[in-house]
């Protein structure tokens, strides 16, 4: 062993050798594989473990089992030095467009589960590796793969269905399906472009033959197919064709036919190279050291401790993913860094008399498998704490994370919510200690093992060995228990595990640990004590419910916050452990459980996901080459599955290129007494500080007002505000000199809630106002009144690509490019040009796609390219920055918080005549988007109903957090929410159902809304409405709903019916115009080129589905690049919806235009093709491009006369959803979604039923999940995926059905079709009441009759305390004043 010496890194990639002999250990893999080998299909999406868009596969091979060990893993926490002699595979790997793809990638793609696409790489790694290690999965062995993946795109669905093609279960059903249907022409395997196109009876038109002589494709023409059709159906047979004359109704999206078969056999083999190095020698200490780090692992407890004592100040590491995060986040520096992982001792997991001994370094994955595989073996009572630990490794992380995380960090971590030290503490365990010198001691990992937030009682020189955990005994029952924000990798916001020792019905000993309920896991002594000796009978359920409250107690304000809830946990989980001992006990003397609480320890039953998706299909005559209305895949989805599409910071470094990090302000609201870049400047590496003063022209940016500093000057009005900015010649360099500059502040008092900014009137002008009618008048002839408000949380956009930009200043005349992840390329340009002093022609923006926008990247990605553009302009270099996730998210805003303030007067029977409301809306620290944001909220307040008399003001409050800003659905959600909350109200009020309110308020044919704009839409609305009732089958499931809550105490379901009224269009009207520039090449290609920007919503698809139809040309003729302001100017951003509309319309009018112009060649020579009639035009001199501009018949509503009509039409829709709630706890499940929604005549139904579902989730986590916690002192404190949790694969429903109204072409807009990207997102607000039903009905039980408050969103922590009962009740709300609250909303 030598430890002078550097080693060459070794590792194979992809099948490749990789030597490095100078290897920087400060590198993750994930820098590595992007920066080094240029290996871009791994994304970074979050650096901290918690997004699976890095994740790869290593594959390790054991010489001395000979197996070789596949394990998914996130290369953003691996380090390059942990792989050194190891197999990486990465998604490039696999297969690609020039190859060939992988099923994996192919089915992903093909069953449209890639929108944006950042997600896929990772989650097709997911997968994969998954199937090398079992090939014939099940569901849920898929669903937990992905528990460590994230998209907020596709809402998962198409995802999962997608990969359910290779379970077995699938491919069983698929072969009875086919054996049904074998002969039927149209599940044949022939397609076009990917897609199921319907042939005729001949080979002519696709290729799709018939061999059923009764078929009605065989009939000769359209009317005769469908006579025999219906004749067929009259005589009882059943067509696959039938509709009754009208377009089918389809229910597939993709044909898994079509899908290539999966060949385990194929998939590449671990290098053999690599083996026979691995078998060559036995494994050695390795060592690497550069820039200032040494990383060192060494392979037995010899070369550990010898290692340790030359290296006395060295830091263990072993799955880094503790480690990993601190260095990342709280940039943390280990100089020496001793990885743990391959010591043989730690490494050792084995059954001894006593129990299991585990080594420290054993992976979570790895006690996962040993545990299971052993239980099936122990006697049952034996393995009670495995089979805890068993069930909480489920919820512990995600795969990726538990396959390197070893069992030894998360001990010595000593993390007060670890999801395994209350286990280990009520199971009696032992740890095994050596110190350098080679002495062992042996400690139990009880309370006073953790002496402190995070310490322990190890000294500095010992290692932790091995951990001992003691089988149970007969007369032991154990269980555990967590309860996070979301059930699938989070981390616990308390947990607990219990031990109890009876010995018939007395109680012999017991051990109850709790984690989240102070600095350390704490034991509950007092209470343990007092029960020894007693019966298990409900005197000492009442008894430790007491004692409990009293020992297990948080102050208001406590770190964590959420005390009440908190503590209210600890006895609920206590009452399901009571509960479940009575359950398995069959002692006579211990008390039965009744059959309604036995509701409150199983578990919430949730099925393998199912999902129906019907769409109408496209008419029978519609021409083959013509693709508007079928489910075409997204043009881009094979790229996105391959990793060879390329964002943003994919494209390869320019020549020269530096790196920028910027300087976020750290105080809320605060002067600037001096900012000082001295140090910074003096780093090596190091090429400017800039900030104001580096402006050329305007320090001021805004869309609307020019109300932001680019980078503040005096004064800072946020936390993350830009100050100044750091080039260097890397991003490691930059962000490390960026940290010391320092910045000295004078604290001035910000306002950062809603409520504060009512209080200190703090208001952006103008306050709007819209009136009906008269209330008061409404006031007085209404029979009942309500007053209340209603809060909503803001919402993180959480696109899986933070901000990002490369700034490009040319050789000549001041021209500057940039390469921008924007959805809105005109406002970039002017910004930059503005903030530059140049005219708008010396900038130009290209945007090839985005990984996802959602409004985030409208108006917010303009300070990071115009930061970027100045400081590229001063050093006169190229230069990149793309967020880190925590600068994302502390610094671009989010969604506004409203706040509605009501008083609502109503008939006996429900209906509203008059309504006075003020909408609050968190703003932010500048105007931005929110006058807009507000108009639109004003606007929709009323959603599907008519008002009378209404008098309606919104404030845009002005507040010191990050500026506010779009995010799908642009105010109409918040606003929404609350006017369905008033139906809820007033149904409760009078004593109605709420579908009996709702429908008794409907709009009816001819009414307007209560700003004048007459609806044509009305009778859509109530279609949808009624076949969402239909379809979901609503009666009865309600009465079944209404039988559950009889019969169950503790888990309660509610079912609820939404409708939704969307206005289409902005509101300020020179937006609604949309222009696209159409080039025909020689050869007939086409390249299209419009205003609009690719994020995920398929709008490239969309275009070319209209250009193909609109010339006539398959679609794979025509090909569209980017977007730039220097090829179609002066655009709107892509937003609103509108998109599709604004520009498929530019589209089609150039496209038209060229069609037009060749019509000539066309008539002359009718049997020739397009290539012919171009190339005859082209010599004809005909120019062969042109120019499409549309703007949308449009009044707009003029605030100051208060008339015009806003939107150009109305996209209705409805969704049922039916939810179950764990009273006990505020869990809850979603067990169906039915959604009915009006999208005209789809372009594309795979991508519009894409975006219902992706915006339904996305709608689910902000009514349901997502919340921002601040400081009080304005910090945010939920800054990426750790804390600020959005829906992951297991939070869909569990039965997911979508419907598109079918015959409803829509005429105001291109190809009939109807906006789809934002509407569907407010659906998801019938989970929110479903919840809301579900809680009246536990409080019913409580003999609670009164109406309640629900915020949104409807938390677990919100669900559990309105649940209020003789727990709840034992923890009153604090006082707000009397205390300072650990966090506050906005
Ligand atoms: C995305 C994500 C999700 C997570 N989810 C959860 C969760 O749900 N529940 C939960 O409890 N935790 C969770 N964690 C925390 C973390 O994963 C665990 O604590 C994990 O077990 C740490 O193990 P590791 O091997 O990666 O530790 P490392 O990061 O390698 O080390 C952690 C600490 O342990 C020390 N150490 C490691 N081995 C030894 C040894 N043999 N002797 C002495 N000291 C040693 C290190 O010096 C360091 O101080 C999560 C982390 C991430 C990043
Ligand atoms: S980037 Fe690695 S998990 Fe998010
Ligand atoms: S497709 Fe998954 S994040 Fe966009």
């Known amino acids: 062993m030598s430890l002078k010496e550097n ?293 037995n407890l010899l070369q550990l401790s010898a290692v340790r004592n030359n290296f006395p100040n060295s830091k263990l590491v072993s799955g880094n993913t503790e480690i990993g995060v601190d260095v990342k986040l709280k940039k943390m520096q280990y100089p020496v860094l001793v990885s743990v992982s391959h010591v043989t001792e730690l490494n050792n997991i084995y059954l001894c008399e006593t129990g299991v001994s585990i080594g420290a370094s054993v992976t979570l994955s790895r006690i996962e498998d040993f545990l299971k595989e052993n239980m099936d073996k122990l006697p049952d009572f034996q393995c009670k704490s495995f089979a805890a630990i068993v069930d909480m490794l489920h919820w512990f992380a995600g795969q990726q994370i538990r396959n390197v995380a070893g069992i030894g960090g998360n001990i010595i971590t000593g993390s007060p919510i670890s999801d395994l030290n209350p286990i280990l503490m009520a199971a009696g365990c032992t740890l095994d200690f050596a110190d350098t010198k080679g002495v062992h001691r042996s400690l139990p990992i009880a309370e006073q093992f953790y002496t402190g937030y995070r310490k322990n009682a190890m000294k500095a020189n010992e290692t932790l060995i091995s951990i001992n955990i003691p089988y149970t005994k007969k007369t032991e029952h154990f269980k555990a228990f967590k309860q996070a924000h979301r059930r699938d990798d989070d981390i616990a916001i308390v947990n607990a595990a219990f031990r109890v020792d009876l010995h018939d019905e007395v109680v012999h000993d017991s051990s109850m640990a709790f984690g989240g309920m102070a600095p350390t896991t704490k034991m509950a002594k007092q209470t343990m004590n007092k029960i020894i000796g007693r019966h298990w009978d409900k005197s000492l359920l009442d008894d430790v419910i007491v004692s409990l409250a009293n020992e297990m107690t948080l102050a208001p304000g406590a770190p964590g916050g959420m005390t009440e809830y908190r503590q209210s946990l600890v006895l609920s989980f206590f009452f399901k452990f009571y509960l479940s001992i009575n359950q398995e006990t069959c002692n006579k003397n211990i008390p039965k459980v009744s059959p309604s609480d036995t509701s409150a320890t199983f578990p919430f039953k949730r099925d393998e996901v199912k999902s129906t998706q019907m769409f109408q299909e496209i008419a029978n005559d519609q021409s083959p080459i013509d693709p508007v209305g079928r489910p075409l895949v997204h043009l881009s989805a094979y790229q996105q599955a391959t990793g060879e599409a390329v964002y943003v910071d994919d494209i390869v470094a320019f020549q020269n290129e530096l790196y920028m990090a910027v300087v976020l302000s750290k105080k ?436 070319i589905q209209v250009a193909s139809r609109t010339l006539k040309i398959p679609s794979d003729q025509i090909f569209t690049d980017e977007t730039s302001t220097n090829k179609v100017p002066n655009t709107s951003p892509t937003a609103g919806s509108v998109s599709s509309d604004l520009n498929g319309m530019a589209v089609k009018i150039a496209c038209e235009k060229l069609y037009k112009r060749l019509e000539p060649y066309r008539k002359q020579k009718p049997d020739k093709t397009w290539s012919d009639w171009v190339a005859a035009s082209y010599m004809d001199r005909v120019s062969l491009f042109a120019t499409g501009f549309y703007k949308t018949p449009l009044t707009g509503f003029d605030w100051n006369t208060k008339t015009g009509e806003p939107f150009h039409y109305f996209t209705s829709g409805a969704a049922v959803s039916e939810v179950e709630i764990d009273c006990l706890t505020g869990d809850h499940v979603v067990l169906r979604t039915d959604i009915v929604m009006d999208v005209g005549d789809s372009i594309n139904p795979a991508i519009d039923i894409g975006q219902i579902e992706g915006g339904f989730i996305q709608g689910y986590g902000l009514f349901t999940l997502e919340e921002h916690r601040w400081s009080p002192s304005g910090q945010l404190l939920t800054k990426g995926p750790g804390f600020y949790k959005i829906p992951s694969f297991t939070d869909i429903p569990v039965e997911f059905n979508v419907s598109l109204l079918d015959g409803v072409p829509h005429t105001k807009v291109v190809c009939s079709s109807k906006a789809i990207g934002e509407p569907p997102l407010f659906l998801a607000g019938s989970v929110f009441f479903a919840i809301k039903e579900a809680i009246l009905a536990s409080r019913k039980d409580c003999g609670i009759e009164s109406s309640f408050r629900l915020d949104s969103p409807a938390t677990a922590e919100r669900i559990r305390m309105a649940c209020s009962d003789t727990f709840t009740e034992k923890f009153p709300p604090s006082v707000p004043g009397t205390f300072t609250p650990f966090f506050i909303r906005s």
């Open 668 to 1103: 809320a609201l605060a002067k600037i007494k001096y900012v000082d870049a001295t140090s910074a400047l003096s780093m090596r590496g190091v090429h400017a500080f800039i900030d104001h003063k580096d402006v050329p022209g305007s320090n001021l940016i805004g869309e609307i007002e020019q109300d932001e500093e680019l980078f503040a000057t005096d004064k800072v009005t946020c936390v993350g505000q830009y100050i100044g900015a750091i080039v260097a010649d890397n991003q490691e360099i930059a962000q490390r000199a960026a940290r010391m500059v320092r910045v000295e502040y004078q604290d001035l008092e910000p306002i950062l809630s809603i409520k504060d900014a009512i209080a200190k009137e703090s208001y952006f002008k103008p306050i709007y106002r819209l009136e009906k009618g008269n209330v008061t008048n409404g006031f007085e002839s209404s029979d009942k009144m309500i007053e209340g408000e209603m809060r909503i949380g803001e919402q993180e956009h959480f696109y899986l690509e933070t901000q990002s930009c490369i700034a490009v200043p040319k050789q000549e005349e001041d021209f500057m490019e940039v390469f921008s992840a924007t959805q809105d390329l005109q406002l970039a340009q002017t910004t930059i040009a503005n903030v530059l002093g140049v005219k708008y022609h010396k900038v130009n923006i290209r945007t090839k796609r985005l990984g996802g926008g959602f409004g985030g990247k409208e108006t917010r990605s303009c300070n990071l390219s115009a930061a970027l553009a100045v400081a590229a302009r001063r050093v006169g270099r190229p230069l990149r920055c793309m967020l880190d996730r925590d600068e994302d998210m502390a610094s671009t805003g989010t969604r506004h918080a409203f706040l509605g303030r009501y008083k609502v007067g109503f008939s006996n029977d429900g209906k509203i005549q008059s309504l006075k409301i003020c909408l609050y809306s968190n703003s932010g620290n500048a105007l931005d988007l929110s006058a807009s944001v507000m108009e639109c909220a004003l606007f929709h307040l009323q959603n599907a109903y008519h008002l009378p008399n209404v008098d309606a003001y919104g404030y845009c409050c002005k507040t010191n957090i990050p500026s506010n800003t779009a995010f799908r659905g642009f105010g109409r959600p918040q606003a929404f929410l609350i006017m369905e909350n008033l139906m809820s109200e007033i149904s409760f009020s009078c004593g109605m159902t709420k579908n009996m309110i709702r429908e008794l308020n409907f709009l009816q044919v001819g009414q307007s809304t209560y700003y004048n704009q007459k609806i044509d839409e009305v009778h859509l609305l109530k279609r949808c409405w009624d076949e969402c009732l239909e379809k979901s089958d609503y009666e009865v499931r309600q009465s079944k709903v209404a039988e559950f809550n009889r019969l169950h105490r503790w888990k309660k379901r509610g079912l609820s019916i939404i409708p939704l009224l969307y206005g289409v269009g902005f509101t300020e009207v020179f937006m609604n115009k949309g222009a696209a520039f159409v080039i025909i090449y020689q050869d007939g290609s086409v390249l299209l080129s419009h205003g609009g920007v690719e994020m995920g919503q398929g709008l490239y698809t969309k275009m």
């Open 7 to 299: 080693n060459v890194l070794i590792f194979f990639c992809n099948g490749q050798k990789i030597t490095d002999d100078n290897v920087d250990p400060n590198l993750t893999l994930l820098s590595y594989l992007r920066l080094k080998l240029r290996l871009t299909g791994s994304k970074l999406g979050c650096g901290e473990g918690g997004c699976g868009a890095c994740t790869v596969m290593i594959s390790s091979y054991d010489r001395l089992t000979k197996k070789i060990t596949h394990i998914s893993a996130n290369a953003c926490l691996t380090p390059i030095c942990q792989v050194h002699m190891m197999a990486v595979t990465t998604v490039e790997g696999i297969g690609s467009i020039k190859d060939g793809l992988h099923p994996v990638q192919e089915r992903i793609a093909k069953a449209h589960g890639s929108q944006c696409g950042f997600c896929t790489p990772g989650i097709v790694m997911s997968m994969y590796t998954l199937l090398r290690n079992n090939h014939q999965p099940t569901m849920t062995d898929i669903e937990d793969t992905f528990q460590g993946n994230l998209c907020r795109c596709t809402g998962y669905r198409p995802i999962l269905e997608g990969y359910r093609t290779f379970t077995k279960d699938y491919q069983n059903d698929a072969l009875d399906e086919y054996k049904s249907q074998a002969n039927c022409c149209q599940i044949r395997d022939d397609v076009n472009n990917g897609n199921h196109v319907r042939s005729s009876k001949d080979e002519g038109l696709n290729g799709r033959q018939c061999y059923q002589v009764n078929c009605c494709q065989m009939q000769d023409d359209l009317k005769n197919r469908e006579e025999h059709c219906v004749n067929s159906q009259s005589n009882g047979n059943k067509c696959c064709m039938i509709s009754n004359g009208k377009r089918q109704i389809s229910t597939k999206l993709f044909q898994p036919s079509e899908f290539m078969e999966y060949d385990p056999t194929q998939e590449k083999i671990f290098p053999p190279e690599l083996i026979l190095m691995l078998e060559k020698e036995e494994p050695k200490l390795v060592k690497f050291e550069r820039n200032g780090l040494t990383w060192i692992r060494p392979v």
